[in-house]
């Protein structure tokens, strides 16, 4: 790893007033909250995630969780600005008890797809089965099968690669996942 790399807490994005009815969602708890999103929202590189993770410590102090590291790693590797990047969730809410996945992901995805709309990314990035089989409506969509190829997302071109969780789980898919990060740098500096 680069010695000039160092992990940083992106800045959470204020939630819009439709955060309000996202908190119908059955992730969402007296315990969780509503995460919209973190970055610049104005990046032209739009990452999707499985669900928020978690942001403090047992004391309440805000740290970089494995999953960012790993992503931001990732982006500075293959020598993207961290502004150039924007990270939002399909699931607004950290789950914090066992609920119903499917109604969950499909209450979701409005919310997900509004944001795409408004937003305007010039990119979109999907990482891990959960998102990547949300976001094509295809329950039998993985990651293993689609990475490598460029697809359409909401009108967007899209990326498909491992989720960082499984990166850190797996280190072998870590070259997968650092092409996949390749391909999108490649296409971002000879577009944008």
């Not at 209450?107 to 709309?117: G, N, T, V, Y």
Request: net charge negative; proline share 7%; hydrophobic share 35%.
């Amino acid at each position: 790893m680069d010695s000039n790399f160092m992990p940083i807490i992106w800045p959470e994005i204020e939630a819009p007033p439709e955060a309000a009815d996202y908190e119908q969602c059955e992730v969402c708890t007296q315990k969780s909250r509503v995460i919209w999103g973190e970055g610049n929202p104005k990046a032209p590189i739009f990452v999707i995630l499985d669900n928020p993770g978690a942001r403090e410590d047992k004391e309440g102090r805000e740290f970089t969780c494995g999953t960012r590291q790993t992503l931001q790693m990732a982006i500075h590797q293959v020598g993207l600005d961290i502004d150039n990047i924007y990270v939002t969730y399909l699931l607004k809410c950290r789950p914090l008890r066992k609920y119903d996945k499917e109604s969950a992901r499909e209450f979701s995805k409005p919310f997900l797809f509004r944001q795409i709309e408004e937003m305007q990314p010039k990119l979109v990035v999907c990482l891990g089965d959960v998102v990547v089989q949300s976001v094509f409506g295809d329950g039998e969509a993985h990651v293993k099968n689609l990475r490598g190829s460029w697809h359409t997302v909401a009108g967007h071109p899209s990326m498909v690669s491992y989720h960082p969780l499984a990166i850190r789980r797996r280190p072998n898919l870590m070259r997968s996942f650092m092409e996949d990060w390749e391909m999108l740098s490649k296409r971002f500096f000879e577009e944008i």
